[in-house]
């Protein structure tokens, strides 16, 4: 079982549409909860940290269930410019630290 | 945050030859990660850059093959030797600050060997 999973996609979804991610990981142990968003050809870069609360960044909101080990990003009101690849990761202190990505969820926005 | 400049951008290499990655920080790091990303494909973490000692690697990734320099808290090298086509992927360098924080990565590497 891979420590991050996700659906790899991809979503095809029309602008202003509402779309879900979601992502499990294996650790039960794990600290901290991010969404990063990788453009093609591109390195990846921190969209948002995930808390137990949940937070929310304009039209992105993360999710965060420890007891479900799940964590979730919706967008609403989609743009042509959310097109990328998502990825969740997850930070453990299981034998030393370790950032853990997982193998990212494709978007495509469409006019 | 934190810039990362990693060199070369790119490369075309022969078999059998060896490709050295750099990697400059704008300010001086603790934590310093290689990951390879291959087409399509998650982050796969290599090793963890130690400043002053040897680099830890994940399972899968051998010194021999992935030596890493960390000479000081600001720069890093991974080297690639004996490539093979097998090898042929993004590599990248990241930082952080401390656990549990953002990582910030180079503009990657993309090589390709033929």
């Known amino acids: 079982r891979k420590e991050v999973e996700q659906d790899p996609g991809p979503f095809n979804v029309p602008e202003g549409a509402t779309v879900a991610f979601n992502c499990t990981y294996s650790?039960?142990?794990?600290?901290?909860f991010f969404w990063y968003r990788q453009d093609c050809r591109k390195e990846p870069k921190l969209l948002m940290s995930v808390y137990s609360s949940g937070n929310e960044d304009g039209r992105f909101t993360a999710q965060l269930n420890r007891a479900s080990q799940y964590i979730s990003l919706l967008i609403r009101d989609s743009k042509l410019s959310d097109s990328a690849t998502y990825l969740c990761?997850?930070?453990?202190?299981?034998?030393?630290?370790?950032?853990?990505f997982g193998a990212g969820t494709r978007l495509f926005v469409k006019a | 945050s934190a810039v990362i400049s990693q060199k070369p951008s790119r490369d075309i290499c022969q078999r059998g030859t060896s490709l050295t990655i750099q990697c400059q920080v704008d300010?001086?790091?603790?934590?310093m990660f290689w990951y390879r990303q291959q087409p399509g494909q998650s982050l796969t973490l290599i090793a963890t850059a130690n400043q002053g000692s040897e680099a830890t690697y994940e399972s899968g990734f051998v010194i021999d093959k992935f030596p890493i320099s960390r000479p000081n808290l600001t720069f890093s090298t991974l080297t690639v030797s004996n490539m093979s086509p097998e090898d042929s992927s993004i590599y990248l360098c990241?930082?952080?600050?401390?656990?549990?924080?953002?990582?910030?990565f180079g503009q990657g590497t993309r090589l390709t060997v033929v």
């Open positions: 650790n039960s142990a794990s600290q901290s």
């Open positions: 990761v997850v930070g453990s202190n299981t034998g030393g630290f370790k950032t853990i």
């Open positions: 300010s001086q790091v603790t934590m």
């Open positions: 990241s930082v952080q600050r401390g656990p549990n924080t953002e990582a910030f």
